[in-house]
């Protein structure tokens, strides 16, 4: 799911990385091939979603999937994938509704 030309990263307005990478990975443990799938496209539409507008650009980042993916409510999935990039230091400034980055970080660090 990268949009820019995988022979290297894109670059932005300031001459670095600007695009983010996806990966989705779901094992055997998961489930059949039926739930496997579902799984990943879960997490396809949380990457879609999500992921493109909370993630730092510049970084490559690995979706696994869980059993516990199948069933889990959306708005649980996203705090997950909202908490995980806090955890990695890897969530962009906060997003305001309309899409608009915030002068502050979502997770205190300075800019």
Known sequence: MRDAPTDGPADGPTGGPADI?????????????????RARRRLRALAAGDLKRLAKPGTDYVL???RATLTRPWP????DLRDAL???????????????????EADGEAA
């Open 76 to 79: 649980d999935l996203q705090r």
């Open 86 to 104: 806090r955890r990695l230091k890897k969530l962009r400034r906060r997003v305001s509704e309309s899409g608009a980055e915030s002068g502050a």
């Open 64 to 66: 696994i999937a869980r």
């Open 21 to 37: 990478g996806i990966g989705l990975t779901a094992s055997k443990k998961v489930g059949n091939a039926v739930e496997r799938n």
